[in-house]
């Protein structure tokens, strides 16, 4: 079993090293690399909390899964330890962390449970597999097993650790900063936990919504650890400033914690911490927390009155009138809050506003009550009105997921295609073609998020025929990164209401059409059709009491197990059929940086993303082979061929005279349609050629009766 050590360097490059195991736990006992550990958890600068100016020395730890590096610059899998990563946060001193390893590894389960890099978590190491004892081979295997694993044995942990497990985003490259730990608890002879796959998990856990989580993405969790460690240090430095003028209360008394949380949340103050934090890390310092009458709320209370007087204190004018209620209310939200209105969904989002970055989630009816009941215990005279007046106005920061994603991959091409590199993984006889059809549909969904031509859509469907089990799903879903795919992408709409397949136009980046083959031939010809081509759509978002008309930003692309899937003739120009001959290779995570770097330059070098009238005309030969013929056209082929006017036997027929000539030798076994319907299967046959008289259209065909 193999670690993987990533360490970015200043000029961008990554570097990957593999620790053994047993060497890994033998490594943490020293801080050998220049002490750069240590320096993390002394470092003391409480003027400059902003950086830890060493901190990108600190190589990052995957202890899930052994990476490798790929053909395309990314990290991918090499092989599945068999681990889930538990952490336990916010761990107020070495005792406490070292009681937490003790309780970890009584579990039979446990590999491993040490001090984490900051001095403040404890990592523990679980042994899984699955329930025949085998583990997942492929790295898509190994994604959809992790999440379950994870769940399963967080919730057992829970019961046996002194502070619960933090929940944190399952993810298989999971990472955590390189740990120090003279004293690491490992048993390499860990019983693997046994996870029955498809079982149902509870992710959802109330009990752990007050859990202040790190977010996976690096550059956030390195601005909020080393702002997390200078605010500890600061806190302590102000505990030293009080303790000595609390020496004549009793000790742990309701007088001793009413004087300690006013004398630290004025000294914390003074110090000019914000307010949230003041009454986040004091509530979190508190040890006996069952004490009558001590609670959040009261540090809450307590630190209000206090930075409310130091406000009065230092304001400009002796006697202000007194403050509106409404900027009181506004106050208050974004001292404790962060909001923001997310442009794709429609919808106001909020965390909490201190140094522990939680999920941003939206601002529901539930949250506007919770809301309005905090702000009436703070005092205010409030109403959930007045709440919403708030949340859902244009004080409210804008932001979009979609350019905030392009923007931090603008720039970054390395010149290389990865586009059709991607394209190149679906095995096809027609691989050069579909490389080329592939890279300007792509080209053509990031157009579309982008908004660049608000006249038409990506009208374009690739579709991935094959038998079963070649992984035609999985490759669907790894276009996306996953910041984006885990809202972003669906293959479970419906086609039946137009309702949801508006809203999820305004609101997925990409639809796969999954078992295309349940479509029904009225669907394709009819309303499929129709949202293809759509620039934008009408929808009534969540929360709100109107409909409005919003830009598309999805594109689609679609599955299936039968090749003869395509019924309209005029209509399959919108798909690119391709053949799947083989197990498309899922094996290597795609460079998501790459890929959409390269898609942002090619755009902005103004290359061509939709198809000319050559490529279209290509496009529908193609996919003749993919079209199922009508009953009225089988019936035509079994009486009719196509002729050349130049033929002698050729004739020029009406449409209604060919349905004569068909049901008098067909007789009871053809089911005519209407004229105007054999007139539409009739103008998709290839090569028929027909011309308008004074009698109608009228269609050269040759007899073959």
Not at 356 to 383: C, M, R, S, Y
Not at 444 to 461: K, P
Request: glycine share 4%; aromatic share 10%.
């Amino acid at each position: 079993m193999k670690f993987s050590s990533i360490k970015t360097e200043k000029n961008g490059t990554i570097r990957l090293h593999q620790f053994d195991s047993s060497k890994f736990f033998e490594r943490i006992r020293t801080d050998a690399n220049n002490f750069i550990i240590s320096l993390l958890r002394s470092d003391s600068t409480p003027d400059h909390p902003e950086h830890y100016r060493r901190y990108s020395e600190v190589p990052h730890i995957c202890a899930t899964a052994e990476l490798r590096r790929q053909e395309n610059g990314a990290l991918g899998m090499a092989a599945f330890n068999g681990l889930v990563v538990l952490e336990v946060r916010q761990v107020m001193s070495a005792e406490a962390c070292e009681a937490i390893k003790r309780a970890a590894m009584e579990m039979p389960t446990t590999l491993a449970a040490f001090t984490g890099a900051t001095g403040h978590e404890v990592i523990i190491l679980v042994s899984v597999a699955r329930a025949d004892g085998t583990l997942p081979t492929t790295e898509v295997e190994a994604e959809a097993f992790y999440p379950q694993a994870y769940y399963r044995v967080a919730h057992i942990y829970d019961a046996s650790l002194p502070q619960r497990v933090t929940r944190i985003l399952p993810t298989l490259r999971h990472t955590f900063l390189m740990p120090l730990d003279e004293q690491p608890r490992v048993n390499m002879n860990a019983v693997p936990y046994l996870i029955s796959e498809g079982a149902e998990v509870t992710t959802a856990d109330d009990a752990d919504a007050h859990l202040l989580t790190l977010p996976e993405q690096r550059t956030e969790q390195e601005m909020d650890m080393t702002a997390y460690q200078n605010y500890e240090r600061s806190f302590t430095e102000a505990e030293k400033r009080i303790r000595p003028l609390m020496r004549q209360t009793p000790a742990h008394s309701n007088a001793w914690y009413k004087e300690y949380v006013t004398g630290m949340a004025t000294v914390l103050c003074e110090m000019q911490w914000p307010e949230e934090e003041t009454v986040c890390h004091l509530w979190n310092h508190l040890k006996f927390k069952d004490v009558e009458g001590l609670t959040v709320e009261f540090v809450r209370r307590i630190a209000e009155a206090v930075y409310a007087e130091a406000e009065n204190r230092h304001a400009a004018v002796p006697h202000a009138p007194a403050e509106p209620l409404m900027q009181q209310l506004i106050r208050r939200m974004e001292s404790r809050y962060c909001f923001r209105y997310n442009t794709v969904m429609g919808y106001t989002e909020y965390r909490t506003n201190h140094t522990w970055i939680t999920p941003w989630e939206p601002v529901t009816d539930k949250v506007v009550n919770t809301f309005t009941t905090d702000l009436q215990l703070a005092g205010l005279n409030v109403w959930d009105r007045d709440v919403r007046r708030y949340v859902h106005s244009t004080r409210i920061r804008h932001f979009d997921p979609i350019d905030d994603y392009l923007f931090h991959v603008s720039g970054q091409w390395d010149g290389r295609d990865h586009i059709r590199t991607l394209a190149a993984t679906v095995p096809t006889r027609n691989a050069e073609l579909w490389a080329e059809w592939f890279h300007t549909w792509f080209l053509a969904m990031v157009a579309q998020w982008q908004g660049r031509d608000r006249r038409y859509g990506n009208a374009v469907v690739p579709l991935l025929i094959s038998a079963q089990g070649m992984h035609k799903s999985a490759f669907c879903r790894s276009l996306l990164p996953p910041e984006l795919r885990s809202w972003g992408y669906t293959d479970n709409l419906s086609l039946g209401e137009e309702r949801p397949v508006h809203l999820a136009m305004a609101q997925m980046l990409l639809i796969n059409l999954d078992e295309f083959n349940r479509i029904s031939p009225l669907k394709q010809q009819g309303f499929l059709k129709n949202i293809l081509q759509l620039p934008s759509v009408k929808v009534k978002r969540p929360y709100a009491s109107h409909t409005e008309e919003v830009p598309r930003l999805a594109s689609f692309i679609a599955t299936t197990n039968i090749p003869d899937v395509l019924y309209d003739p005029t209509g399959s120009r919108r798909f690119l059929g391709i053949e799947v001959t083989g197990n498309i290779d899922v094996s290597q995570t795609p460079n998501y940086t790459q890929l959409y770097a390269q898609a942002q330059a090619e755009l902005q070098a103004d290359a061509r993303y939709w198809f000319d009238d050559k490529e279209t005309a290509a496009i529908m030969e193609h996919n003749r082979q993919f079209q199922q013929q009508s009953t009225a056209e089988q019936f035509f082929y079994e009486f009719f061929e196509v002729a050349d006017p130049e033929d002698a036997d050729a004739q020029w027929m009406t449409c209604a005279a060919l349905l004569i000539a068909i049901k008098q030798h067909a007789g009871a076994t053809f089911r005519a349609p209407s004229v105007n319907a054999f007139a539409r299967t009739l103008s998709g046959i290839a090569g028929l050629q027909s011309k308008r008289l004074s009698t109608g259209r009228v269609f050269c065909v040759r007899p073959r009766f």
